[in-house]
């Protein structure tokens, strides 16, 4: 079954520092999201992608975060200045619209530990 | 601002039995509404969903049932199995195609064998 793929499994930075998360959507997706899920509490919407733009985007998301499709394959959400509150699981998802459940598929995540 | 509320953080089943989950939502414009399961260390999994139009979605032991006046919705298994044991988010959207999932803060669910 075709897979959303995410790397790495687990980063630990120092507060400050820049992160890149990447994310191998799975190959004939064209809407690309990522989500958070601060430990404990609710999955939280960040952003979603489509066509080279980004579609929408949640408060969460300031100029500290961006997205990137660099090469048509990975997709990344790159934190420019890490702060201990962007400690958390961060989850990338690819989708194709119209199907009864999004076609929305998930990554398994990439668990961010700002020091 | 919890527009989907999930009331209970834990819920423990006897295998066999029927497991209820609930979910309360606060935003009428909600219109199609999801349950996904997720195990530690991996992604939310997409479960059943339920259009705003039926109160009713059934796949195999899982059915949702969606009471919009109560803007309550709530998924059964029945019969649970110790495999059903994850964290059970619902999650909704404003209008089908729509981008962003709004998440509950999800209820842990545990089968006991």
């Known amino acids: 079954e075709p897979e959303v793929t995410q790397t790495p499994s687990h980063q630990v930075t120092q507060m400050g520092q820049e992160v890149i998360l990447r994310c191998v959507p799975i190959s004939n997706h064209l809407y690309f999201y990522w989500y958070r899920q601060i430990l404990g509490q609710k999955v939280e919407f960040l952003v979603s992608f489509y066509n080279n733009e980004i579609s929408e985007k949640s408060e969460i998301f300031d100029d500290q975060f961006s997205v990137e499709r660099p090469d048509g394959s990975n997709f990344t959400l790159k934190i420019r200045s890490t702060k201990l509150e962007d400690s958390a699981m961060y989850f990338c998802?690819?989708?194709?619209?119209?199907?009864?459940?999004?076609?929305?598929?998930f990554g398994s995540g990439t668990r961010l530990t700002v020091v | 601002d919890q527009q989907v509320k999930q009331n209970s953080p834990s819920l423990s089943v006897q295998e066999g039995r029927i497991s209820i989950l609930n979910c309360d939502y606060t935003n009428s414009m909600f219109d199609y509404f999801l349950w996904y399961k997720k195990y530690p260390a991996e992604g939310p999994t997409f479960l059943i969903s339920?259009?705003?139009?039926?109160d009713k979605n059934e796949d195999g032991r899982f059915t949702v049932f969606l009471n919009k006046s109560a803007k309550h919705l709530s998924l059964h298994i029945v019969p649970s199995q110790p495999g059903d044991s994850a964290v059970y988010f619902c999650a909704a959207v404003p209008n089908f195609g729509n981008e962003k999932l709004t998440f509950g803060t999800g209820t842990r669910l545990t089968i006991i064998p």
């Open positions: 339920i259009s705003s139009i039926k």
């Open positions: 998802a690819s989708g194709a619209r119209g199907s009864s459940n999004y076609g929305y598929t």
